[in-house]
């Protein structure tokens, strides 16, 4: 049974939408009116309703890694930056195999092949497409895949491939976005998402948290994702990387972090609310956060930065609780 105040944070939800600023604005005076534990308890309950106590593991692989054209002020792998990120071609399909199976050993559901750059150029996509096939004949994991801004002809060659999911994080708020990236356009990632669900793809997308955006922000990129129709959201927290323009940053404080993670549970009662790079800095609170609507999370390391090791993160999981099961999606 819901109270009064979780009925009251469900209806100023329902009217929010990321494209009307008022509807923003009156959703987040109401979160920050709350007390803290009430919100988590709502977002909660969500998560039950959801998923029940399941709980979705990813791990990714940095197939092809730096040299990127775009000049996402975040990123370690950026050309435009000097950082000590490694630099290396699209990898061996064997290297890429092997990994998988070590994962999915450790009871990982999915597994995620990211390449560096503004898009996949066609040589990489075919040795993508050989190692989707290779996954799929050698494991049980659902295969992602993260290769940047995508035409429909590629997007329906990864689906045809074996692909279950593309993930491209639209990583902030319209409002936002020109601040941290200006080679391409927000419309562009938006329309990659487009692009890939018309293929047959499942969507994940998200973004980080921390940038310099305000929390009205926050809410308006939870939005944009309910209304994109994502399934995954992986939520990062910024790791300021030495040689990029965000080096630095000042990370929110915790209580605004979990704040943050419930509201896009809030906005987004079905999808996986999923924690991803940079949840370092949530130390102890980790566990509180997955009692904040969180369902699903990528485990072992991270692209450029470190996580946790999947055996300590499937501990964690389980001391509180959650059950390691592949989404539905």
């Not at 050993?105 to 996509?125: E, F, M, P, Q």
């Not at 998402?193 to 998200?206: N, P, V, Y």
């Not at 129709?229 to 630095?248: F, K, M, Q, R």
Request: net charge negative.
């Amino acid at each position: 049974m819901t109270t009064a105040t979780e009925e009251q944070l469900l209806h100023s939800a329902a009217q929010v939408y990321s494209s009307n600023a008022k509807s923003i604005r009156s959703f987040t005076q109401l979160l920050l009116s709350l007390p803290l534990s009430e919100v988590l308890t709502l977002a909660g309950k969500l998560r039950q309703r959801a998923h029940k106590n399941h709980f979705d593991l990813c791990s990714i692989i940095n197939v092809k890694s730096g040299r990127c054209s775009e000049d996402c002020k975040f990123c370690a792998q950026s050309v435009h930056y000097n950082t000590a990120a490694p630099v290396y071609p699209f990898l061996d399909q064997e290297e890429i195999l092997s990994l998988a199976k070590h994962n999915e050993s450790k009871g990982v559901h999915r597994y995620s092949l990211v390449g560096s750059g503004k898009g996949i150029n066609d040589g990489d996509l075919e040795k993508a497409e050989i190692s989707v096939a290779s996954l799929r004949e050698n494991t049980s994991l659902s295969i992602c895949t993260s290769f940047g801004i995508i035409s429909k002809e590629k997007a329906e060659r990864l689906k045809a491939a074996g692909v279950s999911t593309y993930h491209h994080n639209l990583e902030a708020a319209k409002s936002f976005y020109p601040q941290i990236c200006s080679t391409h356009s927000y419309k562009e990632r938006v329309e990659t998402l487009r692009i890939a669900k018309e293929a047959g793809l499942s969507l994940c997308s998200g973004g980080i948290i921390g940038l310099g955006e305000n929390f009205e922000q926050r809410i308006e990129l939870a939005a944009a994702l309910r209304e994109t129709g994502v399934l995954s959201i992986p939520i990062n927290i910024l790791d300021g990387i030495e040689g990029t323009p965000l080096a630095g940053t000042q990370t929110p404080p915790t209580d605004e972090l979990l704040l943050s993670i419930a509201a896009f549970r809030i906005l987004n009662p079905d999808a996986y609310i999923r924690l991803a790079g940079g949840r370092r800095h949530l130390g102890v609170h980790f566990r509180t956060a997955l009692h904040a609507g969180v369902d699903a999370a990528i485990v072992g390391d991270f692209l450029t930065t470190l996580g946790a090791s999947i055996d300590e993160d499937l501990q964690t999981i389980r001391d509180e609780d959650f059950v390691p099961l592949r989404g539905e999606f």
